[in-house]
């Protein structure tokens, strides 16, 4: 395991050392000869790696010998990037010559920190010459593509994930819980089964089936160490206005208010994975929800633990594992999606049965084990797969004290047949918390800052296609992917179990009480810690940390003394806490490239963060107290993500003229900019033209010189805008101009008060488009756009019908998400053709109130999953869509599983 860290940080340091950065390094230090030196050792340390990683076991020996490996190859990646950037940080050729005192100080200790690694290189290189590990092996076809165009392929290839994993034998399940529920009497329903027995699939399928039958309908992921009162404000933020109520309350006091608001209404409560099984500790009752006689409330509790389920009192549901002939049908499902039992497939099948004698035919470990064997067709990477799951160790003493102990074992076999360059990245979600929704573009930016990814223009893409891959494997899942980009994802427990278990084989620490000392990353995220302990740890912090994350905890400051050891971190989380100031040693940190200072009390930007030279993004959303931007902005030369939305009002308003000069900023995250007209010092429209490497801009034209702008083309200047956002505030009707379909890269456009761009059509790489309060007269043919994937028409009081096109044969072939919303007038639907929206997942009507009948066809659409009218239609629409009602019979009666609610 410590082999594909030290391969992946070998790879990318003898990158940084053929490509610029070594030149740059040179330029100010003159090391070239060490750097050549390294080169040369670290292809041959990567041979032995390469031959370690193939073994199915691992003696000490070797094991000892991969993580000193590890060790010298991170040291000499941060001598490296301290030497890359150091130009960052010397304003003039004097300071920069060595004869100036501090560079020859600094010169002094790179030399001799580079004659240590070369030293301890020297040494490791003999052990593994004594172990036997520098051998020649063919080239692994696992490894990550060499081109970027190969890369590409990887990423576009995968781009349009499937919605949802295989179900198998799922709907017997499905309709016993219904049964259970339906029983009067019942109250609580406890789901027990093996962790990675597909509980939570199960409870999801089922929550959607049954969720709009509800006054409330709330879902609350449990985790090992909960906070009741944290758990009763998201349970509060479900019901009315009760949040505010119950935020500032004592526990007691909230389960009364809760309990009140919830008495004699029909509602859903699933607690999914609940641990804890004293009876004292009965959460049901500690949350406050009603569950005596005259209640109405069903809940649903999901646990490992038969003990809980008996302890609340309801119905136990033990969850059954799949039959042998279900486990081969799901281990197919993923391992050769192709096969329809016309074949043997003799070995395959021998490896699937091994997968259930080991694991009990867990859902989790098929899918798992079987992904990672998908389009392999030598049966000897099966066989090999079969010899490592009968030769995986056995630890009985480990299982009797953590059942899950044996299938995180038989995960990790999944994890060891990744592609050294996917290792780090898997390992890395550690960094969250179980049952997270993890922000996917924020995950690809940590594996950025961290090196995980090879350097180069196309570094975001390359990013994106490595999370694809890891959610292929079944090793992430997809929580939110509407359009073709993955916005959230998340982690199944064991999985995340297993990234822990990996994360501190490499020097990660989760918390507090362990020691601090020779550590990489600290990851103390939601663990409700106090400013105290972090000061009590102080001395003991190393200075070759990379990774702080203190987010979601209660801290109001950190102390000087605490960061003025840590001199290489690249990123530091603060998001989700009461900070208001940062110790001016953050601004030492000359690595820093992530600082997330989200959801804080910041009014204004530290000047520390003026000295983060190599700071590639930065977050400040949420700050509600922020007004402006500094003018020094513009010195944050390797700016490239800017998160700025959700401040204080005025923040759009102030943007410093400065901020035009961030050559190399691609993402430019805000509310609608307002921008300056006369103020010099402010940023003006036809700055935003220098943005020429912005993917992401937000802006709204408030003036006639701002629209004579837009009209002679500022915007079509941005080629490398992906996501356009802008709007008007004129009172008269506005034509959005044409050179904007320049921008041949656009895959979002979101357009508000102007007339509807007859245009839009030629966008062919679109695949988001909204349209708000734009006047609709005349319709493009959006239904023959070959890409869109998301639609939402916001309407006005003029707008009067949607176009009978829109429900054409084969129109919007690739339509996931159409909403209508807002047209007060709007009395007819187009009926749909056959083949017409054919994938349509998702489709909303909303605030549409003289609509008199569902279009014909809905009931054809059999990928439907959620069909809402909120505030929508006459009473015979509603009527005819409610339960039981004869469209809702109609559409149930072809496609059981999707949701209708009003």
């Known amino acids: 395991m410590a082999g594909a860290i030290s391969h992946g940080v070998i790879a990318k340091l003898t990158q940084m050392i053929t490509q610029e950065a070594a030149e740059e390094a040179a330029m100010v230090c003159n090391f070239t000869r060490d750097f050549e030196w390294l080169k040369k050792r670290l292809r041959t340390l990567s041979g032995g790696l390469k031959y370690a990683d193939s073994l199915s076991t691992q003696d000490e020996p070797i094991k000892t010998w991969l993580h000193d490996v590890r060790d010298v190859a991170w040291d000499a990646e941060d001598i490296m990037e301290e030497c890359a950037v150091r130009p960052l940080y010397t304003s003039s050729v004097t300071q920069s010559c060595v004869c100036n005192p501090g560079e020859l100080l600094f010169r002094y200790k790179m030399g001799k920190r580079i004659q240590q690694v070369k030293e301890r290189i020297r040494s490791i290189t003999k052990d593994g010459e004594v172990l036997k590990l520098f051998r020649d092996l063919a080239p692994s076809n696992s490894e990550q593509p060499s081109s970027s165009a190969a890369r590409m392929a990887v990423w576009k290839e995968n781009s349009l994930l499937p919605s949802d994993s295989h179900p198998v034998a799922i709907e017997p399940k499905i309709q016993h819980l219904l049964s259970l529920i339906n029983e009067p009497n019942v109250r609580v329903i406890a789901v027990v089964g093996m962790g990675g027995g597909g509980k939570t699939f199960l409870l999801q399928n089922f929550f959607e089936r049954v969720k709009q039958r509800y006054e409330h309908s709330i879902w609350l992921p449990i985790s090992q160490s909960y906070s009741v009162h944290k758990l009763q404000c998201d349970l509060a933020s479900h019901v009315g206005d009760l949040e505010g109520r119950v935020k500032d309350v004592s526990d007691e006091r909230a389960a009364e208010l809760i309990h009140a608001s919830l008495q004699g209404k029909r509602s859903l409560i699933v607690l999914d994975d609940v641990w804890r099984a004293a009876r004292e500790d009965n959460i ?19 646990t490992r633990n038969r003990v809980v389920g008996q302890n609340l009192d309801g119905r136990i549901y033990e969850m059954e594992l799949l039959s042998k002939e279900e486990s081969w049908q799901l281990f197919c499902a993923y391992a050769f999606p192709n096969y329809e039992g016309n074949s043997p ?42 010899s490592q799951l009968k030769e995986s160790e056995l630890h009985p003493e480990k299982e009797a004290d953590n059942p899950d102990y044996r299938i995180i074992d038989i995960l990790r076999l999944s994890y060891d047949s ?22 996917s573009e924020y995950l690809i930016n940590l594996w950025i800052a961290e090196g995980f990814i090879p350097q180069g ?52 620490i989760f918390g507090v009480q362990d020691a601090f000392s020779s550590v990489k990353r600290i990851l103390l995220g939601r663990k409700e810690i106090d400013d105290m302990v972090i000061v009590q740890n102080k001395t003991s912090c190393p200075r070759c940390l990379r990774t702080l994350s203190l987010y979601k905890n209660p801290l109001e400051k950190i102390e000087a003394d605490f960061m003025s050891p840590m001199r290489l971190l690249r990123v530091l989380d603060l998001s989700h806490t009461q900070i208001s100031t940062l110790p001016h040693y953050v601004g030492k940190q000359k690595l820093l490239r992530v600082l997330n200072l989200s959801y804080t009390r910041f009014k204004e930007v530290p000047i520390c963060v003026r000295s983060l030279r190599s700071l590639f993004l930065l977050d400040l959303s949420f700050c509600e107290q922020l007004q402006r931007l500094p003018t020094w902005i513009s010195e944050l030369e390797c700016l490239q993500h800017l998160n700025i939305h959700d401040c204080h009002d005025g923040l759009p308003s102030h943007m410093p003229k400065g901020i035009a000069e961030l050559a190399s900023l691609r993402v430019l995250r805000s509310d609608h900019l307002r921008l300056s007209i006369e103020d010099d010092e402010l940023l003006k429209l036809e700055d935003v033209a220098k943005f020429t490497r912005l993917q992401e801009l937000s802006l709204i034209v408030k003036h006639d010189k701002e629209l004579k702008s837009v009209e002679d083309g500022i915007l079509g200047q941005l080629l490398k805008l992906r996501h356009l956002s802008i709007a008007s ?75 009978k096109a829109f429900g054409r044969s084969s129109g919007f072939s690739k339509l996931r998400l159409l909403e209508i919303l807002d047209f007060p007038l709007l009395e007819e639907l187009p009926d749909l053709e056959d083949g017409a929206m054919a994938v349509l997942k998702i489709f909303g009507l909303i605030g549409c109130p003289r609509v008199k009948k569902v279009p014909e066809g809905l009931d054809r659409l059999r990928g439907l999953k959620e ?36």
């Open 284 to 302: 049901i009752r500690r949350l406050g929800l009603p569950i005596g006689v005259d209640s109405q409330c069903k809940i649903i509790v999901t």
């Open 345 to 386: 497939l003799h070995q395959l099948k021998v490896v699937a049965h091994e997968v259930e004698k080991q694991c009990g035919r867990l859902p989790l470990a098929l899918k798992t084990i079987g992904a990672s064997l998908c389009g392999c067709t030598d049966s000897s990477e099966w066989n090999s797969k079969l």
């Open 418 to 439: 990744l592609p050294a360059a996917l290792k780090p990245c898997f390992s890395y979600l550690s960094f969250f918390s179980e049952d997270e929704a993890i922000n």
């Open 457 to 508: 223009e196309d570094q975001l893409d390359v990013a994106w296609g490595y999370l694809h891959q890891l959610v292929k494997l079944c090793l992430v899942e997809v929580q939110d992917n509407t359009i073709d980009l993955i916005k959230y994802c998340k982690i199944h427990d064991l999985l995340l179990d297993l990234a822990v278990d990996i994360s501190k084989e490499n020097r990660c």
């Open 729 to 803: 505030n004129f009172s008269r009707e506005l034509h959005l101009p044409q050179n904007i379909s320049a921008l041949n890269d656009l895959q979002t456009l979101s357009v508000q008060n102007f007339a509807f761009p007859s245009w839009v059509c030629t966008l062919t790489n679109l695949r988001q488009l909204i349209l708000l309060s734009c006047v609709c007269s005349d319709y493009p043919a959006l239904e023959a756009m070959p890409n869109l994937i998301e639609l939402r028409l916001y309407g006005n009081e003029s707008c009067r019908e949607v176009p």
């Open 867 to 902: 069909l809402s009218y909120g505030f929508s239609g006459t009473d015979q629409f509603r009527d005819g869509l409610s339960e039981g009602g004869e469209v809702w019979n109609k559409i149930k009666a072809q496609n059981p599983h999707v949701s209708i609610r009003g």
